[in-house]
């Protein structure tokens, strides 16, 4: 099959010939084939061409937010991070720049935080160790009986403001992070702090159950797990009928203390709110603070750990702390 175009040829208006061009009808739709491939192959170019450039200018925008939004979830565990603010556009480097003025200020109220949970120790602790020598002194010479019982309980007084006055401050450290970390064996603490709560137990009537494996070491802050144990057994002492068990070991990577007293325990819907600040339990003993438990949690997250509390079998409370373990 062909395929004809035709065109007149006129001279002084009149037709005197005709010209016509005959193509097979095959080379013809091979051509319109061909133009048509050369035509897709270059929109398609263009289309990948521009899809290139719109991934280039996107992700010149991205990344840097993508960093600071990285920055950002990392500065409540360091504050010493700073953004960049010569990358990306304009607008992203100001985000950074104001990012950096946050951290900067952060980081001077958590400094002036720990100063002043260092100077409040200092001044506090100091003239209640005063008043607790002279109350000695006066226990020591006193002849009265009703006096010295006065000064003994004077001196008990001074004792629990001295235990909720270190609550206070360890609870400020722990807000102002930044806790130099170093290996601890827990186990060794946890029998020595329970050998030194012995005695208290003994005077109660109470049995100090304690099963501890060896070695089992995690990264903490100075003092901190002697403080973690110190609270847990305070309360459970606080609360206990007869029985205490402490136990250590490892579970799933972790670190795993517990403390379990047979005493009234809580009702489930406490297990959460008796380790907020300044809330007790249904049965709080006079005396408490609601911040020995308060403290635990927050010493074991400030590591990476956590703290939870279960019924005990038999009645009672479990107290279960976790540190990553190394």
């Given at each position: 099959d062909l395929r004809y175009v035709a065109a007149p040829i006129v001279q002084n208006y009149e037709v005197i010939a005709a010209v016509r061009l005959s193509l097979p009808e095959t080379q013809v739709d091979h051509e319109i084939r061909e133009t048509q491939m050369w035509?897709?192959?270059?929109?398609?170019?263009?289309?990948?061409a521009a899809a290139l450039v719109a991934w280039l200018l996107a992700r010149s925008i991205t990344a840097p937010l993508l960093g600071l939004a990285a920055i950002a979830r990392a500065l409540p565990d360091d504050l010493t991070l700073r953004a960049s603010e010569t990358d990306g556009p304009e607008e992203v480097r100001a985000v950074g720049h104001a990012l950096n003025e946050t951290a900067e200020k952060l980081n001077g109220i958590v400094h002036r935080t720990q100063r002043v949970a260092a100077d409040a120790s200092h001044h506090l602790r100091t003239p209640l160790t005063g008043v607790r020598l002279r109350l000695e002194a006066i226990e020591d010479i006193s002849t009265e009986s009703a006096v010295q019982d006065q000064a003994q309980a004077a001196t008990a007084e001074v004792d629990r403001l001295t235990r909720r006055i270190d609550q206070v401050l360890a609870l400020a450290r722990s807000d102002a992070g930044n806790i130099d970390e170093h290996v601890v064996d827990i186990s060794e603490i946890v029998r020595s702090r329970v050998e030194a709560a012995t005695y208290l137990a003994d005077e109660r009537g109470i049995a100090l159950n304690i099963e501890v494996n060896d070695g089992v070491q995690i990264l903490a802050g100075p003092g901190i797990v002697a403080r973690v144990i110190d609270e847990l057994l305070g309360n459970a002492m606080s609360y206990a009928k007869s029985r205490i068990t402490v136990s250590v070991g490892v579970e799933n990577g972790l670190a795993k203390l517990e403390v379990a007293d047979d005493g009234p325990g809580v009702s489930a819907k406490e297990y959460e709110s008796i380790f907020e600040r300044f809330v007790r339990g249904t049965h709080s003993v006079a005396g408490g603070s609601g911040l020995g438990l308060a403290l635990v949690r927050e010493a074991?997250?400030?590591?990476?750990?956590?703290?939870?509390?279960?019924?005990e079998a038999n009645g009672g409370l479990r107290v279960i702390v976790t540190w990553r373990c190394l």
């Open positions: 035509l897709l192959a270059f929109v398609g170019a263009v289309i990948i074991a997250r400030a590591h990476g750990g956590d703290a939870i509390a279960e019924a």
